[in-house]
């Protein structure tokens, strides 16, 4: 073997030697050496604050606030109870004042968020709640011609074990000058646009739509202020079977809307109820278009 050939082959195998060692020992050679795993680092998911809003109301020299205030169930038009003895104590402070300025009014606002299920007569939850809010205010001696109601889209609400604490607010107002004129065009508006419920054959009961439920909302308010006023409900059938079973059918409808509206907060004292039947058609019997207009619920005033 030539001195060439040999030295040649010390090269080779000091090279050889060398990749050998490298790959052995190199620590960025993930197929020899292993790195220490990396420990991931688990973040835990911040859990929004519940909200949480004051009986609080203030006007002039005159403020008033409460921690405590009326909660809601998600979804519900209708208020927890037992309410806090504190509540009790604000509504009598508002009461007193609404009494020494006549002239004052206290507007009532309901928080709702869009997601919630409204299965009130209102048009939101915010404005059913604040109805609920009202007729308390009125159980406990505060006239309701000095109560105005509202809702209010709050999406950034949060409950607290699915309970919205104090969706609500307070704010005093002075009478609008034209109240009365308003309140007559109320009257002549839901006398002229009555709410009707279209029912099908032998059904006491109906889903509203949007429009039915401003409608109930209006028919609400009006009772609320006009002094002596009544709701005015008719129970409407087509002519099949007998007039003995129609009365019956009609007077179902109209109690239908009856509880619908006292479930509402609607005083029974302030609602009347009649069956028509089928003596009262709108429209033909002889084809079914007709009879199912004739299937009806009115709802007006006197």
């Known amino acids: 073997m030539s001195k060439t ?13 060398g990749i050998y060692f490298y790959m052995m020992y190199c620590s960025e050679c993930g197929t020899i050496v292993q790195d220490n795993p990396v420990k991931e680092t688990l973040v835990e998911e911040a859990v929004p604050k519940a909200t949480s809003y004051p009986f609080a109301i203030a006007d002039g020299d005159y403020e008033y606030q409460e921690n405590d205030n009326y909660n809601f169930p998600i979804s519900a038009s209708r208020f927890n109870t037992p309410l806090s003895p504190n509540i009790a104590n604000a509504i009598a402070s508002v009461k007193d004042f609404l009494a020494e300025n006549s002239e004052k009014i ?7 968020k869009s997601e919630e299920k409204n299965e009130s007569a209102f048009p939101n939850l915010g ?3 604040a109805n609920a809010v009202k007729n308390h205010f009125v159980e406990n001696g505060i006239p309701s011609t000095q109560i105005n109601t509202f809702g209010l889209l709050k999406d950034e609400m949060v409950p607290e074990n699915d309970i919205f604490l104090g969706p609500v607010s307070y704010k005093f107002e002075i009478k609008a000058d034209n109240a009365e004129d ?10 002229d646009n009555p709410l009707v419920l279209n029912f099908n054959t032998a059904q006491t009961h109906v889903n509203l739509s949007a429009e039915q439920r401003q409608k ?22 087509d002519n099949t079977g007998s007039n003995e079973k129609n009365i019956e059918i009609g007077m179902d409808r ?22 028509k039947g ?3 058609p709108i429209a033909s019997n002889d084809t079914e278009e007709g009879r199912a207009q004739n299937r009806r619920t009115i709802i007006t005033l006197n």
């Open 106 to 112: 206290v507007d009532i606002t309901g928080f709702y």
């Open 182 to 191: 308003e309140l007559k065009t109320l009257h002549d508006k839901i006398k």
């Open 5 to 17: 050939t040999t030295n040649l082959i010390g090269i080779v195998i000091t090279i050889l030697a």
């Open 216 to 237: 109930f909302a209006d028919i609400s308010k009006y009772l609320d202020k006009a002094e002596g006023a009544m709701a005015i409900i008719e129970g409407h059938t």
């Open 254 to 275: 109209a109690n239908f809307a009856k509880n619908y509206l006292i479930k509402n907060g609607i005083s029974a004292s302030k609602i009347k109820a009649t069956s």
């Open 127 to 129: 404005l059913a709640r």
């Open 278 to 280: 089928s003596s009262s």
